[in-house]
Nanobody, 127 residues
C-alpha cells in the first residue's frame, strides 16, 4: 500500500465525534482493496502503538480495542477503496496519531497484523 489518503483528523472537544477515512492505493499487482482486511491503530506521545479496530474484507465482521469499545466503530466501502473510523464520545486520552493499515489476510486473525501501513493523521481531543 503505497499511499493512504487520510481525511477527518483534527481538533475536537471531549464528548464530540470525528470520522476518519482512509483511501488506500498502490497495492501489489493482482491484489485489490477488497481482498484485504483493514484496520486502524493509534499512537499517543510516549506510548506504544495500540490496536483500535479492524474489519474483514466484506465488512461483515469487525472488532475494536478494549479502550474504544462501544465508542468507536469501523466500516469500509470497497467500491471507493475506503475504510472509515467513526469516533464518538471522544476523550482526551484518545489524543494520538491514527494510522490505517491493511492485512493481506482477508479474514484477519487476532491480533490484527498489518502487512502495510498508511501515514498517520493527528487527532487531538481537548478537555
Amino acid at each position: 500500500m503505497s499511499s493512504c489518503r487520510r481525511l477527518g483528523g483534527g481538533l475536537v472537544q471531549a464528548g464530540g465525534s470525528l470520522r476518519l477515512s482512509c483511501t488506500a492505493s498502490g497495492f501489489p499487482r493482482g491484489f485489490s482493496f477488497s481482498s484485504y482486511s483493514m484496520g486502524w491503530f493509534r499512537q499517543a506521545p510516549g506510548k506504544e502503538r495500540e490496536f483500535v479496530a479492524a474489519v474483514i474484507w466484506s465488512g461483515t465482521r469487525s472488532s475494536t480495542g478494549d479502550s474504544v469499545k462501544g465508542r468507536f466503530s469501523i466500516s469500509r466501502d470497497n467500491a471507493k477503496g475506503t475504510v472509515f473510523l467513526q469516533m464518538n464520545n471522544l476523550k482526551p486520552e484518545d489524543t494520538a496519531v491514527y494510522y490505517c493499515a491493511a492485512d493481506r489476510n482477508p479474514y484477519y486473525e487476532t491480533p490484527f497484523s498489518p502487512t502495510y501501513w498508511g501515514q498517520g493523521t493527528l487527532v487531538t481531543v481537548s478537555s
